[in-house]
Structure formats: structure tokens, C-alpha cells
């Protein structure tokens, strides 16, 4: 599928009369960071046992010396159901004392600290985590080759009570923020997904029904912590599929999160994990890669067999979802954080300059941790990153870019 274009009801956004500077101290809820740039959640793989390890903090504290004002973990479940696979880290007191390390190796070399949760929903690998995925709707997940069951409204409710307990855990923790992730078909992106959502239910058919989860989730994180740490959104813009939430029912769903006051700024993201996973990583498609890492025989002989048609690629270009994210600029007050295709310094100053106070990077971060602490120095740094998402294989393994360059302890 090729990125849909749809006449906006909702102009360019107008540039501030003087664009913030990029690295100077800027809020975010209650939070005060060093400068605009957030490190984006990128799965580590770096957590055995479900637990933090000595390699997840030192991979979180070269990104905070690199010179991020946030990096943020992925993924803290908010359920051990809902991880996508069982190393996964899920939000409980047995992981505390390795977050608790984390959080402090961040905050030693300046930086905030995020925990990202949520629940996996249909994207979770229910065979590998010995527990029944969940979703809106029964879906078939090709990771797993299994059919996941659809929720139940006491389902909806454990998982909901989850993301509560996991906003609490991240304070205590030492977390300075968490982030909601909302996007991806996981599991509150499903009932938003009018193509995986066939609810019959008021969790399913309006938009208003579909984006229930959703809002009764940050709703129920702001109660759990009020205003002690930031609160994030992710939010896909669009799913990346046919029949999948659009920007026009995205949109809608912003403003409900505005006017809801759970959440301090949304991340726009895009694409689904169970669908269309490169959606939202524009450039090459490396499915040999992909097969390779798969643990599953099955799954790795039927990647190799048809992942060209599921591991699509599409072109890259810098700021590829900025197009989209205009018009949320335009249609909520909410501060904003533009993800995808940020890699350049002269980016980070459109968007700052097209009122996105913060930007989300990733896997230029992943090629050079360093970064932004060079972007800093010397206005004419360019990103090494050349797009080949060879680095999203290497998750399965624990490690990260292949090409990455090594960084200063």
C-alpha cells in the first residue's frame, strides 16, 4: 500500500514569529527537559527473563550522553499477556530494582528518563509468552501462527487497571515520564482499527465506541499519577492499511485526548505491526534479515517464502509523516512531537519552526548514540544513518545497528 494523500480541512500549520531554539530547556507537562530531542522507543531486546539488564542500562545511558533531553524504554507491558515476546519486560516489583538502575545511570549523565506502555493486543506472541493473546476482534498473528481471541470486557478492564499499576511502578521507579503507546494495531490501536475492530458492543462500530480503550486508558494513567511525571501518547496517524484508522477519525481522536486532559503531548506515529510493520520505517525492506532472526522454523521458512508482500518497503525521505502531522498541529492545542525521518539538525528547525516543540528520533540514534551532542557543536553534522533497517532484525538478537559507530563511554 502507498501512502494516501487526502485534501486537509486543515491548512499548513503557520510558523511561529521566532521558532524555539533546539537546545535549549523547553516543558512538558511537569516536566522540565535539557532540549527538544526525544529519544524514540526502538524494542532493545536486552531484557532475559523479562527483567533489566547491565546491557539496557549502559544502551539508555549512551543515548543520555549522547545528548537526548529523554530516552525512552521499550517495552514496559502492562500485563505479562501482552508482550510480543516473553523477554519482554512487563511492569511488576520483580523488575523495579533494575528500572530504579536505569533511571539512575540516565539522570547521572543529565537526561529524563520514559517508560513506554502498553499492551500488545493481537501483535503480542501469545505461543511464545504461554499466555492467550487478546484483541478486539479474533485476528490472525503471523508471528505466532495462531488465531488471538477477542477480549472481554473483564479483559478490557484487567488491561486498563494495568496501564494504572504501570504509571505507578514507573514513579517509583524514577521514571520521569511515561508514554502510552496507542499506535502499531496493538492492543487499544485495534478497537481504534475499523478493519480489526467487528465489535457489535460499545467497544466497537462509531468512532466514539472504538476509541473507548484508548481514552480509558490515559484517563486511568492521570488518575493513577496525576501530575508527577509527564504522560506521552503514541497515536498512529494512520494504520498504513486498507480499511484501517485514517486521519480523519485520528484526528478526532486527538481532540478527545485534549479534552480529556490525560495526556501532556501525543507522538504521531503510523503503520501497524500486525499489518503493515514498514509503514512507518521508510527505506529498504530486509527481509532476508528479518527471516534470519526469526526463532519460529515455520515463521522463519514463511518469511523467506512471502515476507516481500508483508515487509513492504517504501521510499525514504527526510520528515515523511511532517505532511501528515500538519494537520494534528493544526486541529489540537496539545504540544506535539514529530517522528519519522528526523535525522538532520536543519529538520529538527522545521519543526520546531512549524510548532512541534519536540522531535522523536530513532534509528539515526541507533547508528550514532552521539548524535545530537555533535549536532550541537557543529551545525553541519550529517547523519550516518543510510535507512537500510537493518537494525530492526537485530532486536531477536540484542543488539542494534550493525553499522553503528561506537560512542564515548
Given amino acids: 500500500m ?53 546491557e539496557l542500562i549502559d544502551f539508555h545511558r549512551r543515548h543520555a550522553a549522547g545528548g537526548v533531553a529523554l530516552t525512552t524504554v521499550a517495552y514496559c507491558a502492562v500485563a505479562p499477556d501482552g508482550r510480543t515476546e516473553r523477554d519482554q519486560i512487563w511492569m511488576r ?22 517508560a513506554q506502555i ?22 490472525f498473528n503471523p508471528r505466532s501462527l495462531g488465531v488471538i481471541r477477542q477480549a472481554s470486557r473483564q479483559d478490557i478492564a484487567r488491561i486498563t487497571r494495568g496501564h494504572a499499576e504501570a504509571a505507578r511502578l514507573a514513579v517509583e521507579a524514577g ?5 502510552i503507546h496507542l499506535g502499531h494495531n496493538y492492543f487499544a490501536s485495534s478497537f481504534l482499527s475499523p478493519k480489526l475492530n467487528k465489535r457489535k458492543d460499545e467497544y466497537g462500530g462509531s468512532l466514539a465506541h472504538r476509541a473507548r ?13 496525576g501530575d508527577r511525571i509527564a504522560i506521552l501518547a503514541k497515536l498512529n496517524m494512520d494504520d ?12 478526532q481522536v486527538a ?11 501525543l507522538e504521531l506515529t503510523a503503520g501497524s505491526s500486525l499489518l503493515n510493520p514498514m509503514y512507518l520505517f521508510r527505506g529498504d525492506a530486509p527481509v532476508r534479515e528479518f527471516a534470519a532472526a526469526m526463532r519460529n522454523p515455520l515463521v522463519k521458512q514463511g518469511v523467506k517464502a512471502v515476507g516481500k508482500h508483508f515487509i513492504r518497503a517504501y521510499p525514504y525521505q527526510e520528515a515523511y509523516l511532517l505532511d501528515s502531522a500538519r494537520q494534528f498541529r493544526a486541529a489540537v492545542d496539545l504540544p506535539l512531537v514529530l517522528l519519522g525521518g528526523v535525522s538532520r539538525r536543519e529538520t529538527a528547525e ?20 552521539d548524535l545530537i551532542r555533535r549536532m550541537r557543536d557543529d551545525a553541519t553534522t550529517r547523519s550516518l544513518c543510510i535507512h537500510c533497517n537493518k537494525c530492526m532484525p537485530t532486536i531477536f538478537s540484542g543488539t542494534h545497528c550493525p553499522l553503528a559507530t561506537p560512542s564515548a563511554p
Fill in 213 to 225: 480503550v484508548a481514552r480509558d486508558a490515559a484517563r486511568a494513567v492521570r488518575e493513577a499519577v
Fill in 175 to 179: 521514571f520521569d515520564a511515561v508514554e
Fill in 2 to 54: 502507498q501512502p494516501r494523500t487526502t485534501p486537509s480541512a486543515f491548512p499548513p500549520a503557520s510558523p511561529p514569529t521566532s521558532p524555539p531554539a533546539l537546545f535549549e530547556p523547553a516543558r512538558l507537562g511537569p516536566l522540565t527537559l535539557r532540549n527538544r530531542f526525544i529519544k524514540a522507543a526502538t524494542f532493545e531486546g536486552m531484557t532475559p527473563g523479562a527483567l533489566v539488564s547491565d
Fill in 240 to 251: 498504513g492499511v486498507p480499511g484501517g484508522l485514517w486521519l480523519d477519525e485520528s484526528l
Fill in 118 to 139: 502498553g499492551h500488545a493486543g493481537p501483535v503480542a506472541d501469545g505461543r511464545s509468552n504461554g499466555l492467550p493473546a487478546v484483541s478486539s476482534s479474533p485476528n
Fill in 350 to 369: 522545521q519543526a520546531m519552526a512549524e510548532g512541534f516543540p519536540f522531535v522523536a528520533m530513532a534509528r539515526a540514534l541507533l547508528r550514532e548514540p
Fill in 255 to 265: 481532540q478527545w485526548l485534549q479534552a480529556d486532559g490525560s495526556v501532556d503531548a
Fill in 93 to 114: 516489583p520483580e523488575a523495579l530494582p533494575g528500572l530504579r538502575r536505569l533511571t539512575d545511570a540516565v539522570h547521572a549523565e543529565g537526561a529524563a528518563a520514559s
